[in-house]
């Protein structure tokens, strides 16, 4: 079974984990994600110059550069988000792969990545009380709403 996290860094990696190796059994694997959304204001900035990596050179003669370093941005923010599920995951022998996605729409973006994925199921944090009027506005709920996927939403520590 394939099992697709999703994460904003707010998922608790012990209980995560210890559902997933069970849900995902002997063999499975599961894909955690991060999904970014970066604003125009710092997209632009990188443009610019005015953001870079500290191990970037400061030449900005190639064209394509910001994009190259947007992707950076995401990767290692995304690295960072999902580090504890990530090793709580191995510490359990369960296979694990990490995408860092860009997107405006996030739910569509988690969507998108459990089809790419051939994801069984998908698992995310639920930070909203689900049983509210806002509630129904929220990443989760959408995920839910529109996925033809189980999704098992798990609430964050109190």
Not at 39 to 47: G, Q, T, V, W
Request: charged share 25%; aromatic share 6%.
């Amino acid at each position: 079974m394939e099992v697709l996290i999703a994460t904003a860094g707010v998922l608790p990696p012990g209980p995560v984990a210890d559902f997933v190796e069970l849900l995902a059994g002997p063999g499975g694997r599961a894909t955690v994600m991060n999904v970014t959304q970066a604003p125009a204001e710092f997209l632009d900035e990188l443009e610019d110059g005015a953001w870079q990596p500290f191990d970037a050179p400061a030449d900005r003669s190639d064209p394509e550069r910001a994009a190259r370093e947007a992707d950076r941005y995401i990767q290692e923010r995304g690295s960072k988000i999902v580090a504890p599920v990530v090793a709580a995951l191995k510490l359990r022998d369960v296979a694990t792969a990490t995408l860092f996605v860009e997107a405006e729409d996030v739910a569509q973006a988690i969507l998108d990545t459990a089809e790419r994925v051939s994801a069984d199921a998908i698992v995310m944090g639920a930070t909203r009380r689900l049983f509210n009027e806002v509630a129904w506005t929220s990443v989760s709920m959408t995920v839910t709403a529109k996925s033809s996927l189980p999704v098992l939403l798990i609430p964050e520590p109190s």
